[in-house]
């Protein structure tokens, strides 16, 4: 059995895949929970997820969080802890709380994934979507993840390691069309020069055809990306 400390979302969806692929049963629970040891009891691992949702990650570090997840990992038949991060080094002390108390553990530090992309903005209601061109973000897939979350689990090479999820780097039009692909909306993108990309967007969203929050939405995947290239 594996103990997953995540809120409902596609990480934690992720989570449940990976338990899929090694034939074991999943238990939640809430990282305030409290008593995390009793609820650890009879499993085999613990995967615990700082953000629930990693496209909307705002870096609280707080490591009290950390102390309840390491107090649960041992409860006997824990062999090991598998912590999902948000991809960067904001979440340091938090790690660190992990990997003093010496217990086995994986860190896996992904990007956002494109399952969360696609249900960050109502597609549906776009009848077309203006992006501009040169613009790009990293993204992985929640098989990516799953993969991962399994191979924490099981692998003794990466028992005390930090991981990075396999990602892919791809022009933010290509990732809106590959949301709303799995969205299952009709939505059509465009891509054009920055200047006629941003005129077509205030057009649409004056005329109400294109979703307010998705302009803020790649403005920050297109910020996020500029930040972490340059750290």
Not at 20 to 49: H, K, Q, S, W
Not at 116 to 144: F, I, Y
Not at 156 to 174: K, Q
Not at 185 to 209: E, I, N, Q, T, Y
């Amino acid at each position: 059995m594996i103990l997953a400390i995540c809120a409902p979302g596609h990480v934690a969806s992720a989570i449940r895949e990976a338990a899929d692929l090694l034939g074991e049963t999943v238990r939640t629970a809430n990282i305030d929970d409290p008593d995390l040891f009793m609820v650890a009891l009879g499993c085999r691992a613990v995967v615990y997820v700082a953000e629930p949702r990693l496209l909307d990650a705002r870096g609280d570090c707080v490591a009290e969080r950390m102390r309840a997840v390491v107090r649960a990992s041992h409860a006997p038949g824990v062999e090991r802890v598998v912590v999902v991060f948000p991809h960067g080094e904001v979440w340091r002390e938090e790690a660190l709380v992990l990997q003093r108390d010496g217990v086995g553990y994986t860190i896996l530090r992904a990007r956002p994934l494109i399952d969360e992309l696609a249900d960050a903005t109502n597609l549906h209601a776009a009848r077309s979507v203006w992006l501009p061109r040169g613009k790009s973000v990293e993204l992985t897939s929640r098989r990516s993840l799953a993969l991962a979350i399994r191979d924490g689990i099981t692998r003794d090479d990466w028992c005390g390691a930090t991981i990075d999820v396999p990602s892919e780097r791809i022009e933010i039009a290509e990732a809106m069309q590959r949301a709303a692909a799995i969205a299952g909306a009709g939505v059509r993108v465009h891509v054009s020069s920055p200047s006629v990309s941003f005129a077509m967007r205030k057009l649409s969203l004056w005329l109400g055809r294109e979703p307010p929050q998705l302009e803020e939405l790649c403005d920050r995947l297109g910020a996020r990306l500029s930040t972490s290239s340059a750290a």
